[in-house]
């Protein structure tokens, strides 16, 4: 199967950065869109970022003109770099790929296990 590990999470103050980096392995065939969601305390999972094999991007209302990812195809990498933190970014950041497997037949959604980031002064 795949795995999506994701580091970089952590406490900050508002205005500081983070850089969340998530890498799969396993039985890649190749990585269609790859993305970041987040869920913050009582609330819903939401869209933050994501980003297809061409490097196409789409980014959540919330985080636009503040955050963007990016990708290293040969590393099967996705990142998110997150500049002015907010509290309101307070969450679980949660990793997404959608990856063709084995042979390449067929496509499912994978999610890492998630990241805490907390912004805070």
């Known amino acids: 199967q795949v795995q999506l590990v994701e580091s970089g999470g952590g406490l900050v103050q508002p205005g500081e950065s983070l850089r969340l980096s998530c890498a799969a392995s396993?039985?890649?065939?190749?990585?269609?869109?790859m993305g970041w969601y987040r869920q913050p305390p009582g609330k819903q999972r939401e869209l933050v970022a994501v980003i297809t094999s061409d490097g196409s991007t789409n980014f959540g209302d919330s985080v636009k003109g503040r955050f963007t990812i990016s990708r290293e195809n040969a590393k099967n990498t996705v990142y998110l770099q997150m500049n002015s933190l907010k509290p309101e970014d307070t969450a679980v950041y949660y990793c997404?790929?959608?990856?063709?497997?084995?042979?390449?037949?067929?496509?499912?959604?994978?999610w890492g296990q998630g990241t805490q980031v907390t912004v805070s002064s």
């Open positions: 997404n790929a959608h990856v063709r497997v084995g042979t390449g037949k067929y496509t499912y959604s994978f």
């Open positions: 396993g039985s890649i065939f190749s990585i269609n869109h």
